[in-house]
């Protein structure tokens, strides 16, 4: 028995600095459904051995196990198999939370490289043990980082808390349920943010650039991520201090941005107070663009720089931040999404009252303790001030 490499293609990733040709090609498994293999190499030639190995192995085991195409799974339920039940419920919640296209596929990448290829994959949903689970776990542990072996169990995990013991089966008891990952936060990447000078200066930098800095003070003053600030349209705003936050960029199945009219999450789909300064930013534009094909209500508030018909791009946001930072005479490892921190942290601050529960909605996150958890910096310096400020007030009626 042999598998022919069909419509075989070619291309190129980057992989930790690293660009890396890969090999792939669509494959009819024995049970009819379709396979899309792929490896990598330095070259061409090399990522195709490697795909050509990976098929021969593929045959060898069907082989040894006794299998034919003539009779291979004809007589087992696939269907309940976990990974296939992972794939629906997978889809299931994308269409129910309406999750980014890019969520959607990292799960199946995640079932796909670190489920599918292992027994617990082909078992029956009804039939796994909490054995199974605990002895997939310390095979993938030795082949793959400790975060990404987290995020494989999260998506079983999932399944079985939240759909398959929660609805289909609740007399099932969860085998997925207690076991411990020791994921060390990364350091590659930290949060940045402008204390309050720094603030004014990337500010007064956006206005010396013009209408060029008018996105990067939008992101800045209402603390919304880059891809919804792109987005915008201008149905998107009632003409006065609310505007409506729902879309951003997101990647097809070719690696493409294209704009999602699903937000990030559940919660990133909401309505932004907007202060004064960015009400007369978006009058101004709006007042230039008004009566003509670009102020209609479907057109781009901050539309690109050549085709007016498209939405900013991301990297033309990052550019232009750069020069911010340039003219500023700030750091240049600022991230665009930095802003959005600043943006928060500056409310933090300088807020004469409690305005977390709002900042908290505002900034699209699910509740008032996530807020709390990523800006506990900068609540640790507000308590350190309210202790001040209550040595203050006291100071006058205190008996010693």
Not at 150 to 162: E, G, H, Q, S
Not at 181 to 207: G, H, Q, W
Not at 334 to 355: A, E, K, P, T
Not at 387 to 395: D, G, L, R
């Amino acid at each position: 028995m042999a598998i022919k490499l069909e419509h075989t293609e070619y291309g190129f990733v980057k992989d930790k600095g690293q660009w890396k040709c890969y090999c792939t090609t669509n494959v009819t498994q024995l049970n009819g459904k379709p396979w899309r293999p792929s490896s990598y190499g330095k070259t061409k030639k090399a990522a195709r051995e490697k795909l050509e190995a990976k098929l021969k192995k593929k045959v060898l085991e069907l082989e040894q196990a006794g299998q034919t195409e003539a009779g291979t799974l004809k007589d087992i339920d696939v269907s309940n198999t976990l990974v296939e039940q992972l794939k629906i419920y997978a889809v299931k919640k994308q269409q129910d939370k309406h999750l980014k296209l890019g969520s959607i596929k990292d799960k199946k990448d995640l079932i796909r490289n670190m489920i599918e290829p292992y027994d617990i994959g082909k078992k029956q949903v009804n039939e796994i043990q909490r054995s199974d689970i605990s002895k997939w776990i310390a095979t993938i542990r030795k082949k793959n980082s400790e975060n990404r072996c987290k995020k494989a169990y999260n998506v079983i995990t999932d399944f079985y808390t939240n759909h398959y013991c929660a609805t289909e089966n609740i007399n099932y008891p969860n085998p997925a349920y207690g076991f411990k990952f020791s994921v060390a936060k990364s350091k590659a990447d930290p949060m940045r943010i402008f204390d309050d000078d720094e603030t004014a200066l990337y500010l007064k930098a956006c206005e010396e650039m013009g209408e060029r800095g008018d996105i990067l003070q939008f992101i800045l003053y209402t603390y919304c991520r880059e891809g919804e600030a792109d987005t915008l349209t201008w149905s998107d705003w009632n003409k006065s201090n609310l505007i409506h936050i729902y879309k951003t960029w997101s990647k097809d199945d070719n690696d493409k941005y294209f704009v999602d009219n699903k937000p990030k999450t559940e919660d990133s789909d909401r309505f932004i107070h907007l202060p004064v300064q960015v009400i007369g930013l978006l009058n101004s534009r709006y007042m230039e663009v008004e009566g003509t094909a670009l102020g209609k209500p479907d057109s781009w508030i901050f539309p690109a720089v050549k085709d007016k018909t498209k939405p900013l791009s991301e990297s033309t946001t990052y550019n232009r931040h750069k020069e911010a930072l340039r003219r500023a005479g700030l750091k240049s490892n600022m991230r665009v999404h930095d802003l959005r921190h600043s943006g928060i942290s500056f409310n933090i601050r300088n807020s004469q009252v409690d305005c977390l529960s709002a900042l908290s909605k505002q900034a699209g996150h699910s509740s008032r303790a996530i807020t709390e958890s990523i800006y506990e910096h900068v609540l640790d310096s507000q308590h350190k001030k309210l202790a001040e400020i209550s040595s203050q007030i006291y100071e006058n009626i205190c008996p010693w």
